[in-house]
């Protein structure tokens, strides 16, 4: 199991140079969709792992997984597609995170 | 999966209503920022150019995570998906790439590649890193080889991962040495992006592609 150290983290954002790493990025020109942003998803409700049954996910069913300082987190794909779904803001072990699919 | 703390604000993401190449723009609501999910950048606005922090995450069936953290919580909202969404994700190995980055590049290797060889021994730009797939869970994930002082080299001995230096065993998916003389130590997980090949060279088009 492994943990998110903070050393780690310095690490992994010392791996990522933003200038170098987007100088091959298309050019930025969005297409507007929907007119208004939807509303941020906070406070999102969440189980135990024994609270969990099919209606929430199915064992062969995929998660996005998450381990934080000694805490874990799953949000199954099958509750965060769609453009209402598409991010949770967070926290978890400390942090403030944004699981996006 | 990104920390959404930036320039010691911690912002709070909507989606935007806009797409960029068909991928998700967010916008937080504290400036007003558009925010590219796939290259999770400030695109324009007072954060533009600001990247944010990736944090290691997995994309694994629910039995997988459950047994690897069973002190896990699950969110739980009502289904969008009627299992759309499972362990036959990769049926089509060729439409997806696993993408990573090193210092000073991007990187990724088709999953075709990776299935046939799901232990991979990587040098991104001098990072020696490890590729794995375990096809039960879905789990595709990358560690850094480099552990305590030396690098270490993995390969596959019948179904078990195991390094050439120590012939310990490794757990793929938690990159945690289950047995031999490493037992007990943790690999560092590094970034790994799973992504639709399409999606991937859009975004990335000077991406490495491994090269068997």
């Not at chain 1, 790493?21 to 050019?27: I, N």
């Not at chain 2, 690098?151 to 040495?177: I, P, Y």
Request: overall charge positive.
């Amino acid at each position: 199991m492994y943990r998110i150290q903070v050393q780690r983290l310095a690490l992994i954002i010392a791996l990522l140079q933003p200038t170098k790493v987007l100088a091959d990025a298309p050019p930025y020109d969005p297409k507007t969709v929907i007119e208004q942003p939807f509303p941020p998803i906070v406070n999102a409700r969440f189980v135990t792992a024994a609270k969990v049954d099919d209606s929430i996910v199915t064992d062969d069913e995929l998660v996005l997984g998450v381990e934080i300082e000694g805490q874990a987190r799953a949000y199954p794909i099958n509750m965060i597609c769609g453009p209402r779904r598409e991010i949770i803001n967070d926290r978890l072990g400390g942090r403030a995170i944004a699981a996006t699919w | 999966m990104y920390d959404r703390t930036a320039e010691g604000h911690e912002l709070t993401f909507c989606v935007s209503g806009k797409l960029w190449n068909r991928s998700l723009v967010m916008v937080d609501t504290q400036t007003k920022t558009e925010w590219s999910h796939i290259l999770g950048r400030g695109m324009k606005g007072k954060l533009e150019g600001h990247q944010l922090e990736a944090i290691p995450a997995d994309m694994v069936t629910w039995k997988s995570w459950k047994t690897e953290f069973p002190e896990t919580t699950v969110l739980a909202l009502s289904r969008t998906r009627h299992r759309d969404y499972t362990n036959q994700f990769y049926r089509n190995p060729s439409d997806f790439v696993l993408g990573y980055r090193s210092s000073k590049q991007v990187h990724h290797c088709s999953f075709q590649h990776l299935m046939t060889r799901p232990v991979l021994n990587v040098n991104a730009d001098d990072l020696p890193l490890v590729l794995t797939f375990d096809r039960e869970s879905t789990s595709a994930r990358i560690f850094h080889r480099k552990l305590d002082d030396q690098v270490l080299e993995f390969h596959l001995v019948a179904e078990s991962v195991r390094d050439k230096q120590t012939d310990s065993t490794w757990d793929r998916v938690s990159g945690k040495a289950t047995a031999g003389p490493m037992k007990g130590k943790q690999l560092k997980p590094h970034v790994a992006i799973p992504s639709y090949r399409k999606s991937w060279i859009t975004f990335h088009p000077n991406s490495v592609p491994h090269r068997p």
